[in-house]
């Protein structure tokens, strides 16, 4: 079966810092792999996805950077964090043939 | 108009109450939809998907409404553990693929 995981769970950054959060999928290939970011009391935007290695497309202009390394690895980085990147990060994937979308456990990120 | 619109909420209930949360899509060219719950703090995870004919899984019932573009979730016989955020999402399969998502509702079922 599939699964999908995302690192850390948790963090707390400086604001200037620089951030990266990874995600994996396992059992599927060529997955479309998705980065949603959640704010407190608002709904899911999505920052980046991703249909295969290499190849990013940016949703939204922001100071944050996604990178996909491999086929199932899709990692999410700024160089230097703003108060306002402070949220819930969801990693998330489907098939190229379906269209359930399936999230990762989410990193919650607070920049103080 | 946005793309996708759920009911404004929160929805507040008692135990055993039957609620019905709504949620209208703007693109026709839409072909699937789905409901999906995120319990506090937790990623979303999928609750059912919506077929044309309607559908049915225990106490939960979806519908779809090609003509007036909406999806439905019913919920009987409420229950403490569905105390959530439900959110509705309408994906528009093909060339140009998009998943949309709602804001979500937020329901509380109390004792």
């Known amino acids: 079966s599939q699964t999908i995981h995302q690192w850390p769970a948790t963090l707390v950054q400086p604001v200037g810092s620089p951030l990266s959060l990874e995600c994996t999928v396992e059992g599927t290939s060529n997955p479309n792999l998705y980065w949603y970011r959640q704010a407190a009391g608002r709904g899911l935007q999505l920052l980046f996805y991703?249909?295969?290695?290499?190849?990013i497309s940016s949703e939204v202009p922001q100071n944050l950077s996604a990178s996909r390394p491999q086929d199932r690895q899709f990692i999410l980085s700024s160089k230097k964090l703003l108060l306002s990147d402070s949220g819930f990060y969801l990693c998330a994937w489907t098939l190229l043939s379906g269209n359930t979308i399936y999230f990762g456990e989410g990193s919650w990120l607070t920049v103080v | 108009r946005k793309e996708v619109e759920q009911d404004p909420g929160p929805f507040n209930v008692p135990e055993g109450a039957t609620v019905a949360f709504n949620c209208t899509y703007s693109n026709s060219a839409s072909q699937s939809f789905f409901w999906y719950r995120q319990d506090c703090r937790k990623e979303p995870k999928l609750l059912m998907s919506?077929?044309?004919s309607g559908n049915e899984d225990g106490r939960f019932t979806a519908q779809l409404n090609r003509a007036s573009q909406y999806i439905s979730l019913l919920i009987r016989d409420s229950k403490l553990s569905d105390s959530a955020t439900y959110l509705c999402?309408?994906?528009?399969?093909?060339?140009?693929?998009?998943?949309?998502f709602g804001k979500g509702i937020t329901l509380s079922v109390r004792p």
């Open positions: 991703s249909v295969g290695i290499g190849q």
């Open positions: 919506v077929y044309s």
């Open positions: 999402v309408v994906n528009r399969t093909g060339a140009n693929s998009k998943l949309t």
